[in-house]
């Protein structure tokens, strides 16, 4: 038995505890409000996984595995992105703009917006690399406070010069049909965007395992001074990881807009809270790609079955965000659990 | 009269006995060598007595009184004062400021500086250990920084000292005043540890000798009726001769050229216009009391660091190139501290073997990694340069000093350049991966590489070296060789040269 393999099972294991225990605490809660707990967990089970609960588990997962990817394609190499917010607002309002305004026939006006939202996301992520480096701003500052930028400039642009009067709300004209993204290909529950995030998870989780510059990455996230060292240039590296960081959570954005939303309303993408819970997969699955897919799919069983619960017994969805962070804390807890001096 | 008594000591740590059932006795009036080759469990056991770590089984006895100690507050209480290899001080801080720290003579909440003073004094006259108290630490030479910390032990009524390493960062002059202050204290009844890998010193300052060897102790000697041999043999089970290289002069075309090689830290040239070549087949070592500028030179050798000169690898000038074009002109690097940039501990043997290398054909192809030719390679390294591990996939954080050592000089020298840049072969690195590392650099002298070497063990570089160079304070001032290269000489270039030459 390799230390490798032992290292994996015991997270796994670990991963796994702190779920049940999570559950249990969880339970309590319930408990204490006077509803029972069973009832309670079989709801969010069936609601996450039965009938049309199955395709908005699914839909939620798309951009939740996204922001947690961007995530951990920047924790892997030892960036800490907490801009995912601003970037998803720059990224998202690009591919309004180009959907609503860019004349060319649909599916083209479609494939153009995304590219203007990877390449606005992953600028406005790729200025907090460039602070960092030219100014020693640490990243993860720069980063989350150039999201509150981004919220502010998005907000006046979308209640003033680019708002659709004929609403009540702040928020752009909608986008065509033809430009809009298929919510379903050949009658199945499969939409566009689930495609294109399935290939960019193949496309990170490859990368991470098999590619030269994913391998790089990691050696650096694990050691800087080490890949310094070894001949890699640490400064072309991290615009480059930043760049990408932030261009995947301007798809998720884009995503959203094309596929879901179809307009850009002020406040509409950050409510669901994507890029804290998608952050919180990452660090669940400390930064390993293939796991923070899954942990962002659990995630958002968790929350379409907390939806669907409340629905059915009247107590507040929260709780499932309850529940996702007790999962956090007990796995962060784990280290003082098994240390022994 | 027995001071000190450790008995049956044990500790595990999961699945790894770092000590067991160890027995340790010192009486007063003695120093005490506590001998062994990395991860023999000395630091465990020293931890343990100074309160850092608690034992599974066994007792500590202090003056015939059973002891337990919660933290190293218990233990400074009861006598003990640890004297460690990286300095617990404030460099921003006074002498005084340092010594009473946690121990504040005064009242409420005054400190009494004229009476710190006085301490500082009294105590430094008292032991011959003078330091004046109104100095900022990080104006002093590191031999006086050590005397510090041997003051602020005595400030605390130490009975028991433990010294790890001291002499790691030595000048041999600054090693001889240590040595004459530790038998100073003994005689005043002091029981002394002196945690050390040289056995030289062993020899020349201590009074018994207690070898530790996979957690066990493997042998108790008194140093005056025991040889060299012997502590070797109970280190490593067997004898080591000591490898001493045939001196070569090389007369080829230099491999290296440094010329007029500047560095400046905010002003201050912590290498100052220094000028040397290094040719095929030779060893060229660098001598210098830590802090004299060594590092700084390396790195801008490696390009880690930017400078002013020239740089010349193979005859082409390199000076503006990256660390990745200066790798590929043809310079290997082992760099000074193996956890912090040699390795990612946390990867595997493999991938620190293919790292740095992995943009080549060898390791990858079409942007993917060639997994098993990067196995296969690493098998092949382990096992050619008889590294101690379960497997290539195991993380190399996971491996003994001397190991990961020799993974990190393995990889270096199967890049095949012809100028390899090393620091510190063996430092925190055991008695039998130091033969088998010195034996690796003389073959590969011999080969045909430029090999340049800095340590800050004298005996490894009189041993290893065809030639010497001193640095003081940022220059080079003497190349030594032949006769002159011996520790006195070197001694005295180390201290600047004008005290005795």
């Not at chain 1, 600028?123 to 701003?137: D, F, H, M, N």
């Not at chain 2, 699945?15 to 469990?41: K, R």
């Not at chain 2, 002498?95 to 105590?123: C, H, I, K, M």
């Not at chain 2, 000038?317 to 000074?336: H, Q």
Request: with cysteine; net charge positive.
């Amino acid at each position: 038995m390799t230390g490798v393999g032992l290292e994996t099972r015991s997270r796994f294991a670990a991963i796994l505890l702190s779920i049940v225990v999570a559950v249990v605490l969880g339970g309590l809660v319930v408990l204490s409000t006077g509803a029972n707990p069973i009832s309670v967990y079989q709801e969010i089970v069936r609601g996450a996984l039965l009938g049309r609960g199955l395709d908005e588990t699914l839909s939620r997962s798309v951009p939740l595995i996204g922001m947690g990817l961007a995530a951990a394609i920047a924790f892997r190499a030892g960036l800490i992105n907490l801009g995912g917010d601003g970037q998803m607002l720059v990224g998202g309002l690009a591919a309004a703009l180009v959907a609503l305004y860019v004349p060319a026939p649909g599916a083209v006006r479609a494939v153009l917006a995304l590219m203007a939202a990877i390449c606005a996301g992953g600028l406005y992520a790729w200025i907090a690399a460039v602070l960092q480096l030219g100014l020693a701003i640490p990243f993860l500052i720069t980063s989350l406070l150039l999201s509150y930028i981004a919220r502010g400039v998005t907000s006046y642009l979308v209640r003033y010069p680019l708002r659709d009067p004929s609403t009540g709300m702040p928020e752009t004209y909608r986008v065509a049909s033809a430009a809009r993204l298929p919510n379903s290909i050949f009658d199945l529950p499969i939409s566009v965007g689930m495609l294109i995030m399935a290939a960019v998870a193949v496309a990170v989780i490859v990368n991470d395992k098999h590619g030269v510059n994913g391998f790089e990455w990691r050696m650096t996230g694990l050691n800087p001074r080490f890949a310094g060292y070894s001949g890699t240039n640490l400064q072309r590296q991290t615009q480059r990881v930043a760049f990408l960081s932030g261009a995947l959570a301007g798809l998720v954005g884009a995503l959203l807009i094309l596929g879901q939303q179809y307009r850009f309303t002020d406040g509409a993408l950050l409510a669901p809270g994507y890029t804290w819970s998608g952050l919180m997969a990452a660090v669940l699955a400390m930064a390993s790609p293939i796991a923070t897919v899954v942990t962002a799919a659990f995630f958002a069983a968790l929350q379409v079955g907390g939806f669907s619960m409340e629905r059915a017994l009247g107590l507040p969805a929260v709780l499932t965000w309850v529940l996702q962070a007790l999962i956090i804390l007990c796995l962060a807890a784990r280290p003082v659990f098994f240390k022994r001096r | 009269m027995t001071l000190l008594q450790m008995k049956g000591i044990s500790k595990r740590f999961g699945s790894l006995v770092a000590n067991d059932g160890i027995d340790l006795s010192v009486n007063s009036g003695e120093i005490h060598a506590l001998m062994g080759e990395n991860g023999a469990g000395k630091s465990t056991l020293m931890n343990i007595l100074y309160g850092l770590l608690k034992p599974d089984a066994g007792e500590i006895r202090i003056d015939g009184k059973a002891m337990d100690f919660a933290s190293p507050l218990g233990a400074i209480a009861a006598g003990v004062g640890m004297v460690h290899q990286t300095f617990r001080q404030f460099p921003d801080l006074t002498v005084w400021e340092n010594l009473v720290f946690q121990n504040e003579p005064g009242q409420g909440p005054f400190v009494s500086a004229a009476a710190a003073r006085d301490v500082v004094r009294q105590l430094g006259e008292k032991h011959g250990l003078e330091i004046d108290p109104d100095s900022r630490v990080r104006d002093l030479a590191v031999g006086i920084r050590q005397r510090l910390e041997i003051l602020k032990a005595l400030s605390r009524q130490a009975k028991v000292l433990i010294l790890d390493e001291p002499t790691a960062v030595l000048t041999p002059q600054e090693r001889d005043s240590l040595f004459t202050a530790m038998r100073h204290l003994a005689s005043k009844g002091m029981a002394l540890i002196l945690v050390t890998h040289k056995i030289p010193e062993v020899i020349a300052v201590t009074d018994e000798i207690t070898v530790m060897r996979d957690g066990r102790v493997s042998g108790t000697l008194t140093t005056r009726e025991t040889s060299e041999a012997e502590i070797i043999r109970a280190m490593v089970g067997r004898n080591v001769p000591p490898t001493v290289a045939t001196k070569v002069t090389s007369t080829a075309q230099p491999m290296l050229s440094v010329r007029n090689l500047s560095v400046r830290r905010g002003g201050v040239a912590v290498v100052d216009d220094v000028s040397f070549d290094v040719r095929p087949g030779e060893i060229v070592g660098i001598a210098g009391v830590s802090g004299n500028g060594q590092p700084q030179l390396i790195s801008a050798v490696a390009g880690l660091e930017a400078s002013t000169g020239e740089v010349v690898i193979a005859g082409r000038n390199v000076s503006g190139l990256s660390i990745a074009d200066r790798r590929a002109v043809g310079i290997s690097y082992v760099p000074e501290d193996r956890h912090l940039t040699g390795t990612a501990p946390a990867a595997s043997i493999a991938e620190n073997i293919a790292f740095g290398t992995h943009r080549t054909a060898a390791v990858a192809r079409y942007g993917f990694l060639r997994k098993q030719a990067i196995r296969t390679q690493a098998h092949k390294l382990i096992e050619q340069f008889k590294v101690k591990a379960a497997s290539e996939q195991v993380p190399i954080g996971s491996l003994s000093g001397g190991n990961m050592q020799k993974v990190v000089i393995a990889r270096e020298i199967e890049h095949g350049s012809p100028l390899i840049v090393i620091e510190e072969p063996t430092r925190g690195v055991d008695v039998g991966a130091i033969e088998f590392i010195h034996k690796t650099l003389i073959a590969e002298r011999d080969k045909g590489r430029a090999i340049l070497v800095v340590s800050s063990d004298l005996t490894e570089l009189l041993a290893l070296s065809d030639r010497i160079l001193v640095m003081f304070e940022g220059r080079i001032d003497a190349s030594l060789s032949g006769k002159d290269m011996n520790e006195a000489t070197i001694g005295r270039w180390m201290m600047g040269g004008a005290a005795g030459a």
